[in-house]
């Protein structure tokens, strides 16, 4: 392993999780997590010390993890989300999105405990502002956000060594939102929303925050722009 501090990001193949890996990349050995392997090698490409790690991350197992046995930094960014009424959402919808964003969360970091406590690590959990307030079309994402930020609590308290920060971001211009626009009906207006380098900049400032700070949650809104 380099003997630079490490950072492991999920979901860097691009939008918020490419952009925290660039933003980290200048003082971090960036470890790329996500499917997507031809997109995860163009991201390592572009950044001084990075490596692709392609992983389906509903089934990582200890052997995924096994050379790493350092981590400073654990970046959580993967996520879905599907949009729906509670009425037409049959429960695979439900068992998916809580299977991706939080029992893929909570089994990463649990394998992952010996590398962050070795380093003292920090955690962080980009979650959104569904994590906030719940809307109508987004029962099965709010439930799945609320329940992440549960389990950050959580590992905050019952891991006093480690730092866990949880992010929330409003409407970031990523393809995931186009999706969301495209079920509401809407145009995509990425004036309108944040870039995922704002929200990556947000997260760096709670990471390099002194060893004295502990930023245990961000809220970062589009200026002028959705609340939602």
Known sequence: MSERA???????????????ARALAPTHHVILGGRDERALAAVAAELPDARPWPVELTRVTEADVADIERLDVLVHSAGIGVLGRIADQPADVWRRTME???????????LLLPALRRAGGHVVCVNSGSGQRANPDWASYAASKFALKAFADALRLEEP?????????????TD????????????????????PETVARALLA???AGPDAHLTELTVRPRGGPVN
């Open 6 to 20: 490490t950072a492991l990001v999920t979901g860097a193949s691009r939008g918020i999780g490419a952009a925290v």
């Open 100 to 110: 991706v964003n939080v029992v893929a969360v909570a089994e990463l970091t649990r």
């Open 161 to 173: 060594r480690l730092r866990v920060t949880t992010v929330y971001p409003g409407r970031t211009a």
């Open 176 to 195: 995931m939102q186009r999706g969301v626009r495209e079920y509401e009906g809407g145009a995509f207006e990425p004036g309108k929303y944040l870039t």
């Open 206 to 208: 709670a990471v390099e």
